[in-house]
């Protein structure tokens, strides 16, 4: 079993930066994908970025490609999302999850652990 909790966001103004931070823990020895997604309220579940293990691979959503910033520090076992330009359509609760494979899926289906989430909001 993983265990996943997000930190880090909050209420900011359109323009502002948040850094989200994911920390796991439990069976963290594999060398798995890991990923952001979001949900807006009545809204699915959405793709923001994933990584791989080694950092070497990641993957973006086109709305946020240029703006926020995938990373991982395996040594703390922990996933970072700095989120830059922040925008009012960029409110919601973000989830951090674990996959079982090496290889970056979009589909949140591909991923097996999930932490509770936290909420941005950014006012415009």
């Known amino acids: 079993q993983v265990q996943l909790v997000e930190s880090g966001g909050g209420l900011v103004q359109a323009g502002d930066s948040l850094r989200l931070s994911c920390a796991a823990s439990?069976?963290?020895?594999?060398?798995?994908?890991m990923g952001w997604f979001r949900q807006a309220p009545g809204k699915e579940r959405e793709f923001v970025s994933a990584?791989?293990?080694?950092?070497?691979?990641?993957h973006y959503r086109d709305s946020v490609k240029g703006r926020f910033t995938i990373s991982r520090d395996n040594a703390k076992n922990t996933m970072y999302l700095q989120m830059n330009s922040l925008k009012h359509e960029d409110t919601a609760v973000y989830y951090c999850?674990?996959?079982?494979?090496?290889?970056?899926?979009?589909?949140?289906?591909?991923?097996?652990?999930w932490g509770r989430g936290t909420q941005v909001t950014v006012s415009s």
């Open positions: 999850a674990q996959s079982l494979s090496a290889v970056i899926y979009t589909d949140y289906a591909r991923y097996r652990y």
């Open positions: 990584i791989t293990w080694s950092g070497g691979n990641t």
């Open positions: 439990g069976r963290t020895a594999g060398r798995d994908v």
